[in-house]
Structure formats: structure tokens, C-alpha cells
């Protein structure tokens, strides 16, 4: 008798049973949506925005089929393309009424259509890529030069800074090319001089050269200090184009590195090209100037500086938490001088912190200010567009040098890493161009979804002809595991919350015929067996152990392979490898255990059977050796 233990049959329900909830989203499609997100770093998302919104859709008499907030947008689900486009108008006067000054992006977006009670279990359909949904595909090029000849501009500085400290007369500095060039009267200024800047500047080259009666110094960076500069470019300006493609509202964007200096941007369901470029393309700088005290604390000519009269020498800004400040014109220092910005803890109090850290002259002038401003405050602004935004306004504490800045006081853990994050990737590290662009429109992507659609079910069919009209209730057997298959890796890429591209169609076909694959090793090894035989059950029995560890090496080397694209592949070959992987996964499953639950249902339970409708049996003349057939088979 064919058995399976209680756990393993519940096993193979529970899998099904979550398989088809998890799969059921994508049958429901998608409705159009609005997506609100923060564009200031001092306005986050809050609950009390959610019941803001449902009321401002009451009043313009707007319906909606749901509200929902994560931790970087709040999106609503509306019925149709027209409440849609009221509901945008609605919200964008409402929560930006100077457009000029937005502190909302308002985006049109959209949204699975799936009931209620399946997104509330987190029940998701898959995302879509760029070539199933549409939209625009970016290939930017990292300008390193720029970014090399904006470090070397900066060290130039710090360069004038150390000399002047060191008491070094010289004639100059200039930047030729790629590199620093500093002239000397006196062979003995040039030599302390190079002792002084390679105990400091460990990663420039100094090299002596001699032009007429000059004695020059010339300095570069070394070849290992380059590339971690030109590193750092790289995934500064990911991060900072991170940031700013959340405020287009595109579901899962894909952008990475290409190479060594270019990073491609996909953004699917975006079609205003215009607006993805302009937001690709901003740029942001960071600011640190003194808090006016005085005036700030003066009630009279803070309401005077709200509508649009500060004082003379300042600017009015809103803080977080929406407090208004006066900010002095002056800039202390700015981004260029700011080399790292990271989240951290108090050492005295173990309050949430962001602790910075500026090059040699940034330090400098940050001690001198601190020295003649103690007790006061000083604001960290992201300047964009002309329009300014205070990070924080921390209070001085005392005297700081050395570089290292600790701002702290009244923060979260979060805070302090968005902070962090504003202060490190404000702004480009260095600059881009677009060399390649690309729109696909929603009609082509409907066109690749429905042929991939029909050319996965066509063969799905194809399979599923053969495989009952050779095996009989074994091949029924293998097309119902088969989907089984096809359920579980729906399930799993709809859980994981895959990007669903072409290639990925590609690799649910594939899956698909090497999963049938396992079956027919299994139903072959049967009919083997009732060859030699073996009774109906003793052959189910010796059919599936026996099967088994071919089954196993054919997945686990393919296996192999599928992972090593997923390491060394990228774009689609990665997407291709995700899928396949997963494949591999559900099909071990299905073709062998739930398939062989699915039997044992059928057969387990009969202690006598008089044959087995695996479709017709040959026998053979002379019986060969059970043991050289089944080292055969394998």
C-alpha cells in the first residue's frame, strides 16, 4: 500500500492552499491610483495626512476604493481614469497650494484592483518591468573626470589651508590637467613643504620639477585613491537618483551600475519623459549657515517674515515639525567640504545622532565658527531649484575640531538616518549625461504580455495532450503537478515581489518543460518496474525512490547554473535567472511530492490492484537484470 503520513498530505494542502491565495492578485489587474510622497526631507508621512486626504476626497464629492501607506507614500485607489484625475487636482491644490513651492508630489499611478481582505493578508501581484508595462529606460554616463577634477579642486583648498598653517611661503597653486602644481622660490620651502603634505595628504603623488628659477611640486592622485573616489561617484549618485525618482511614484525602479561609469534607469509606467528627466537631471547643494536668534524668537516679526518680509541679511524657512527660522544670508560652509555623513549614537547621552566629517579646510572653518558662536544655532540647508529646505538647526555646544561634527537633539533613529542620507547624497557626486533613452508605450507592453501569456499556455497545452494520451492517469497526474508547479512559482515571484519581465515569461516556459521532465522519469522507472514484475504497488513505490536521485542531479546542476547568472548576470539575464531558480525549486516539489500524493490518493488505498493506466507496458523478450536496468535509467 502507498501511504502518506497525515503531516506530509497536510504539507502538500497548505502549500496549494497558500499557492492560490498568493497567485489570485494577478488575475485581478490593475485600476488607476494616486500616489502622494514627500518631496522636503523636514515633511514625512504621518497617519493624520491618510484621514487629511479621505476628507479632501468627501468634500470634492470623489469616491475611493481604498487608502493605503507605507513608509514613503500614501496611495489611493480610484475607479476609473476620470475620479482619477479630479482626485490628483484635488489633493495637489489642497496640499501644495504654491506650486512653486511644493511640499507634496502628487503622481498618477497604478494599483491592484485585488479585494481588500488579499491585500491586507499582503497578498500582491507581481510588479511588471519595462517591457510588459511601459515606460522609460535611461542610460546616464557618469562624467569621472568631472569628478576627479572636483576633488582635486577641493584639495587645492585644503592645500592653501595647510601651507598657510605650516608657516610654507609659496607661489601658488593651480590646477593643470589632473593635476596640482605649487611653485617655490627656495629648494628648502619645496622640501618642507613635501614633508608637510605627505604626512597629511596620504593619497597624493608629490613628484619635484623645476620650471626656469621656480621649484615646483607636483601633485596627483595615486591610482588606488582614484578609483575610490570614482567608486564613491558611482553609488552616491545612485542613491541620490534613488531619492529623487521616489517622488515620480514608479513601482519598483530599476536602477544600477553598467560598467564602471554608467548606471541605467528603468522606469516603468512612466511616460512623461520630460518630467523623468528633469527630475534625473536636478541638482542639489548643501548649505550651512547661522540661525538669527534674535528675530526667530521674536513673535512680531516672524508673523512679518511668514508673508514674505524677513529681516534684512536673512531668510525664512519652516523647520521640521513645521516651526518657523530665520536664517543669516551668509553661507559658512557648503557640501563640497562635507566628505561623509553616518548615523550613529550620543557617546554621553545614547541619543540618536548623525555624526559628519569635512576635509581639512571645511574643518577649519567649521572650528572658528563654533569657537565664536557657542550657544546658538546653526542651520544645515538642501538648497534645490532656488528653493530651500532646513534639515536641522542643532545648537552649538561648544568648540568644534578636528573635522568630526555630532548633531544631535531630539531625533529618532530614523531621523537620524534620513539625515544622514540627506547630508551624504544630496547632491550628485558628480555630474551625468543621458546617452541613451528609450519609451515603451502601454500598447507594446500589453502586446509582450499577451504573447508571452499565450505562447506559456500554448505550450502548457501541448504538454498537457502528450502526456495523457502516452500515460493515460499517470500523464493526468503530471499535467495536474505540473500545474501545482506553475501555481507555486506564480505564488512565490507574487510573495517575493518580482519584476516580471520578458525574459522571466521565458523562464516560466522553460520551467515548465523541465518539470514535466521529473514526471516522465518517474512514470518510465514505473513501467520499468511492472516490466521486471513488480506488483502495481511495489512499482509506484520503486518508481518514485528510484527516480528520485536522477530527478535530483538533473535539477541540482541546473541549479548551479541558474544561480551563476544570477551572480555574474545583470538586467534581463538576471531577471531570467530569478525565475528559472525558483522554477527549479517548485518543480522538485511538485513532481515528487505532490505528485505522489495525487497517486497515493488514487491507488494508496487498494491492497490489491490488477494494473496501473500508465499507458501500454511493452514486454520484453528476455528480462534483463533489474539492478544493470536501473543503473541504466540512472
Not at 503622481?107 to 493578508?121: F, K, V
Not at 502601454?442 to 509582450?448: H, I, Q, V
Request: hydrophobic share 45%.
Amino acid at each position: 500500500m502507498n501511504r502518506y503520513p497525515l503531516w506530509k498530505n497536510v504539507l502538500v494542502v497548505v502549500a496549494l492552499a497558500l499557492g492560490l491565495l498568493y497567485t489570485l492578485p494577478n488575475f485581478f489587474g490593475e485600476v488607476p491610483a494616486v500616489q502622494v510622497s514627500s518631496v522636503k526631507a523636514t515633511i514625512k508621512i504621518e497617519p493624520k495626512l491618510i484621514s487629511r486626504i479621505e476628507d479632501l476626497l468627501k468634500e470634492a464629492g470623489i469616491s475611493q476604493n481604498g487608502l493605503f501607506a507605507d513608509q514613503n507614500s500614501i496611495r489611493v485607489r480610484l475607479a476609473d481614469t476620470d475620479a482619477q484625475l479630479k482626485a490628483k487636482d484635488a489633493i495637489e491644490r489642497a496640499l501644495n497650494p504654491d506650486p512653486t513651492n511644493a511640499s507634496y508630489s502628487v503622481a498618477l499611478n497604478l494599483l491592484s484592483a485585488s479585494p481588500a481582505w488579499l491585500t491586507g493578508m499582503h497578498a500582491l501581484p507581481m510588479y511588471l518591468g519595462l517591457d510588459l508595462r511601459g515606460g522609460v529606460h535611461f542610460l546616464l554616463q557618469v562624467d569621472m573626470k568631472g569628478a576627479l577634477t572636483k576633488r582635486l579642486d577641493s584639495t587645492g583648498a585644503d592645500l592653501r589651508s595647510l601651507l598657510r598653517d605650516k608657516n610654507i611661503r609659496h607661489g601658488g597653486i593651480t590646477r593643470e590637467g589632473q593635476s596640482l602644481v605649487i611653485k617655490f622660490r627656495e629648494a628648502d620651502l619645496r622640501e618642507k613643504a613635501k614633508t608637510a603634505l605627505a604626512d597629511s595628504q596620504p593619497d597624493l603623488l608629490l613628484v619635484e620639477a623645476a620650471d626656469g628659477a621656480d621649484m615646483k611640486l607636483v601633485a596627483t592622485l595615486k591610482l588606488p585613491a582614484e578609483k575610490r573616489i570614482q567608486e564613491f561617484a558611482i553609488k552616491q549618485n545612485i542613491t541620490t537618483l534613488h531619492n529623487r525618482i521616489n517622488e515620480l511614484g514608479v513601482a519598483e525602479p530599476v536602477i544600477q551600475q553598467q560598467g564602471a561609469d554608467r548606471i541605467v534607469v528603468q522606469l516603468p509606467g512612466v511616460q512623461d519623459t520630460a518630467k523623468a528627466k528633469d527630475i534625473l537631471g536636478r541638482t542639489a547643494t548643501l548649505e550651512v549657515r547661522m540661525v538669527d536668534d534674535e528675530n526667530s524668537s521674536n513673535p512680531a516679526v516672524m508673523e512679518q517674515a511668514a508673508k514674505g518680509q524677513p529681516p534684512v541679511g536673512t531668510e525664512y524657512y519652516v523647520e521640521r515639525g513645521g516651526h518657523g527660522l530665520l536664517v543669516k544670508k551668509q553661507v559658512v560652509l557648503t557640501g563640497e567640504r562635507l566628505t561623509d555623513a553616518q548615523a550613529g549614537f550620543d557617546g554621553q547621552t545614547q541619543e540618536a545622532a548623525v555624526h559628519l566629517m569635512l576635509d581639512s579646510a571645511g574643518a577649519r572653518i567649521f572650528k572658528d565658527v563654533t569657537r565664536d558662536n557657542v550657544g546658538k544655532r546653526m542651520a544645515i540647508l538642501l538648497i534645490e531649484k532656488g528653493k530651500g529646505e532646513v534639515v536641522t538647526a542643532p545648537v552649538i555646544r561648544t568648540e568644534i575640531g578636528g573635522g568630526r561634527v555630532q548633531i544631535s537633539g531630539r531625533m529618532s533613529t530614523t531621523e537620524a538616518s534620513d539625515v544622514a542620507l540627506l547630508l551624504r547624497a544630496g547632491s550628485l557626486a558628480a555630474p551625468m549625461d543621458i546617452i541613451e533613452e528609450r519609451t515603451i508605450g502601454p500598447s507594446l507592453g500589453a502586446d509582450n504580455i499577451s504573447k508571452g501569456f499565450h505562447s506559456t499556455s500554448w505550450g502548457f497545452m501541448a504538454i498537457a495532450v502528450f502526456m495523457m494520451s502516452y500515460y493515460l492517469l499517470f500523464g493526468l497526474v503530471s499535467v495536474l503537478a505540473l500545474s501545482a508547479n506553475l501555481l507555486l512559482l506564480v505564488a512565490l515571484l507574487s510573495l517575493l515581489q518580482a519584476t516580471l519581465t520578458l525574459p522571466g515569461i521565458a523562464a516560466i516556459a522553460l520551467t515548465l518543460g523541465m518539470a514535466i521532465d521529473a514526471n516522465v522519469l518517474i512514470n518510465e522507472r514505473v513501467r520499468e518496474e511492472l516490466r521486471f514484475g513488480s506488483s502495481p504497488q511495489a512499482a509506484i513505490t520503486a518508481g518514485y525512490e528510484r527516480a528520485w536521485a536522477t530527478i535530483l542531479d538533473s535539477n541540482v546542476t541546473t541549479l548551479i547554473a541558474g544561480v551563476a547568472l544570477l551572480i555574474f548576470g545583470s538586467g534581463p539575464v538576471r531577471g531570467f535567472a530569478v525565475v528559472h531558480c525558483l522554477g527549479i525549486l517548485t518543480s522538485i516539489f511538485s513532481s515528487v511530492v505532490v505528485s505522489r500524493a495525487m497517486v497515493n490518493v488514487i491507488y494508496g488505498r487498494r491492497r490489491k490492484l490488477d494494473g496501473l493506466s500508465i499507458g501500454q507496458v511493452w514486454k520484453p523478450g528476455v528480462v534483463a537484470d533489474p539492478a544493470s536496468s536501473t543503473a541504466a535509467a540512472k
